[in-house]
């Protein structure tokens, strides 16, 4: 079992290398399309090469070098020459000279280099034995010409021998000549001598010219009596009944298999150079934060309020923050995206403030979105029953919070309070004010727990001003869409400030930056009806700027104490 280092989530633990695999696995199963892709091509390159190159009949006939023992002139006058000589009998097997005879034995004299293109000469190990390939598109060819080659390299090889041995009987020729010659001019003169030195002398003389004509008289011979053959056809070759190579099915099988490297190739060199996140252990090594929650694959929430399974993420996300004592020891949560729309960071704030109330807590959700601030008109439209003063943030004059807190019905989980943001001149300075501080810090009542929620952390710099006030921050985000070094620069930006990443919640409805038409990619509709466009025409929840909201309503319109009013409605 591994160890880990105290303190260290396990989430931050370093992953095994079976778990690296996996995981890279399933990033490049991202990429099936380019797999797909790739198959595709290599079926389509088997099945154009099974086509384009049609049947191919191949015939072989084979030849064994015969073995010459009483050639003196040959190189290969043993079996262990010609094995060491072997490479040469294959290349002379595969020349011009053989492929010209062969050209004359098939009836076209005048295509002997062109026949040379189907043929393929080899030697099996250990062996002297050359064998003659012939690949063609008709079978009664490739066996005709296969046994044409064998037959001219026999012929070129024995017509070979033939003239070595007329050229070495003529030169013997030309020796004993003059030695002839000679001896006839010595019996000349034997005949005229007497008896003495000189007689005896002529007879010595011609005895070795005797002896010269006689021994060069038997190796004339000898070469005369050497049999030329160089070798036997062992095997003839016949008409193949099956075209030779791959089938149309094998070819297809191995574009098929060609394909899917391809295609896993590229898409492992688009994974290399892909920045964003990709999986989850990217994040999480990215954050230096687990991943607290994946909301699952649905269509982009219209409302906030969440149900089934939906419902059931975020309340697991809930008890995991509940129970780490980060959060637990302060209970504040900033809730933020890496750049984009903020609606699905306000989805997530709602349903963990619902979450939370459900737990027993008291719960204050502060939308500190003070420049396109939607929530509470989000909200009202989701449950249907605000007053008419809660539906639209009261008007900001340079300063927020203004005092207004809305209690919100979240369904069976019960009730929280809101703290809706308002457009201010001056957003930092009202992020950072003493009345906002004093709200942040009524989580230090027992029981209780704020949730804010700010605009993206690298669009503006409102979450940075918060996050030394807040502590934990919650980075909601697509890894799909996020860079790696936008994650890293958040975990740097809010250490920075002086707060803590407390984990990530992932989902897959991207960024909602807006694309080039101006508008965000964000859906309608939602669990429990959609957003509702309010009455001055500005669509809630589109990340577009609405016009200023209506003057602030008076003390007859809403309760004075906020907390009565929380305290009435539970």
Same mark, same amino acid.
């Given at each position: 079992m591994s160890q880990h280092a105290p303190g260290d989530s396990p989430a931050m633990q370093p992953q095994d290398e079976p778990d690296l695999l996996r995981d890279q696995f399933r990033q490049l199963l991202r990429y099936r399309g380019m797999i797909v892709l790739g198959v595709v091509l290599g079926l389509l390159g088997g099945g154009w090469i099974a086509l384009a190159s049609g049947d191919e009949y191949i015939a072989s006939s084979e030849v064994t070098l015969r073995q010459v023992s009483l050639d003196p002139f040959a190189s290969g006058s043993d079996a262990t020459a010609i094995k060491e000589n072997i490479g040469t009998e294959r290349q002379t097997a595969a020349s011009n000279a053989v492929a010209r005879i062969a050209a004359k034995e098939v009836g076209h004299p005048e295509d002997g280099e062109k026949l040379q293109h189907g043929l393929q000469v080899t030697n099996p190990p250990n062996t002297l034995v050359l064998r003659f390939d012939y690949s063609a598109d008709d079978p009664e060819t490739a066996a005709e010409r296969s046994n044409a080659f064998a037959a001219a390299y026999l012929a070129y090889r024995e017509d070979k021998s033939r003239r070595t041995i007329d050229n070495m009987v003529e030169?013997?020729?030309?020796?004993?000549?003059?030695?002839?010659?000679?001896?006839?001019?010595?019996?000349?003169?034997?005949?005229?001598?007497?008896?003495?030195?000189?007689?005896?002398?002529?007879?010595?003389?011609?005895?070795?010219?005797?002896?010269?004509?006689?021994?060069?008289?038997?190796?004339?011979?000898?070469?005369?009596?050497?049999?030329?053959?160089?070798?036997?056809?062992?095997?003839?070759?016949?008409?193949?009944?099956?075209?030779?190579?791959?089938?149309?099915?094998?070819?297809?099988?191995?574009?098929?298999?060609?394909?899917?490297?391809?295609?896993?190739?590229?898409?492992?060199?688009?994974?290399?150079?892909?920045?964003?996140?990709?999986?989850?252990?990217?994040?999480?090594?990215?954050?230096?934060?687990?991943?607290?929650?994946?909301?699952?694959?649905?269509?982009?929430?219209?409302?906030?309020?969440?149900t089934g399974r939906v419902a059931e993420e975020y309340r697991s996300m809930a008890f995991r923050l509940a129970y780490d004592q980060r959060f637990a020891d302060r209970r504040r949560l900033l809730v933020v995206a890496p750049r984009g729309s903020i609606d699905i960071p306000a989805a997530v704030s709602v349903n963990l403030a619902a979450s939370f109330v459900e737990m027993g807590h008291e719960v204050l959700l502060v939308e500190a979105d003070l420049r396109t601030p939607s929530l509470s008109a989000r909200l009202s439209a989701a449950d249907g029953v605000?007053? /008419?003063?809660?539906?639209?943030? !009261?008007? &900001?004059? *340079?300063?927020?919070?203004? +005092?207004?807190?809305?209690?919100? %019905?979240?369904?069976?989980?019960?009730?929280?309070?809101?703290?809706?943001?308002?457009?201010?001149?001056?957003?930092?300075?009202?992020?950072?004010?003493?009345?906002?501080?004093?709200?942040?810090?009524?989580?230090?009542?027992?029981?209780?727990?704020?949730?804010?929620?700010?605009?993206?952390?690298?669009?503006?710099?409102?979450?940075?001003?918060?996050?030394?006030?807040?502590?934990?921050?919650?980075?909601?985000?697509?890894?799909?869409?996020?860079?790696?070094?936008?994650?890293?620069?958040?975990?740097?930006?809010?250490?920075?400030?002086?707060?803590?990443?407390?984990?990530?919640?992932?989902?897959?409805? /991207?960024?909602?930056?807006?694309? !080039?038409? &101006?508008? *965000?990619?964000?859906?309608? +509709?939602?669990?429990?009806?959609? %957003?509702?466009?309010?009455?001055?025409?500005?669509?809630?929840?589109?990340?577009t700027a609405a016009p200023a909201p209506p003057a602030e309503p008076t003390g007859a319109d809403y309760p004075a104490d906020s907390r009565a009013v929380r305290s009435s409605r539970r």
């Open positions: 030169a013997y020729d030309e020796q004993v000549k003059p030695l002839v010659a000679e001896r006839d001019a010595l019996d000349d003169e034997i005949e005229s001598l007497g008896e003495g030195s000189a007689l005896e002398s002529a007879l010595s003389a011609r005895s070795s010219l005797s002896q010269s004509i006689g021994q060069i008289t038997a190796d004339r011979a000898k070469l005369q009596a050497l049999d030329t053959t160089p070798g036997h056809v062992v095997r003839d070759a016949t008409p193949p009944a099956e075209p030779a190579g791959p089938g149309l099915l094998m070819l297809l099988g191995l574009g098929a298999a060609f394909g899917v490297g391809l295609g896993l190739l590229v898409a492992w060199v688009r994974l290399v150079f892909d920045p964003t996140a990709r999986s989850e252990s990217d994040v999480v090594r990215a954050l230096h934060a687990p991943v607290l929650g994946t909301l699952p694959r649905t269509r982009r929430p219209g409302g906030l309020l969440a605000r007053p /008419g003063w809660a539906r639209t943030p !009261a008007r &900001g004059d *340079g300063g927020w919070p203004t +005092g207004l807190q809305i209690p919100i %019905d979240a369904g069976e989980s019960g009730a929280f309070d809101l703290i809706p943001g308002t457009r201010v001149r001056n957003a930092a300075r009202a992020l950072t004010s003493a009345p906002a501080t004093q709200l942040i810090a009524e989580a230090d009542a027992p029981g209780s727990v704020v949730v804010v929620l700010a605009p993206a952390v690298l669009s503006y710099a409102d979450a940075l001003a918060l996050a030394d006030r807040v502590d934990g921050v919650l980075v909601v985000c697509d890894p799909r869409q996020v860079h790696r070094e936008d994650l890293a620069r958040i975990r740097e930006l809010i250490s920075g400030a002086g707060g803590t990443v407390l984990g990530a919640v992932l989902h897959s409805h /991207g960024s909602g930056e807006p694309d !080039a038409g &101006g508008r *965000g990619r964000s859906a309608k +509709g939602g669990s429990r009806g959609g %957003d509702r466009v309010d009455g001055r025409g500005a669509e809630a929840g589109t990340g």
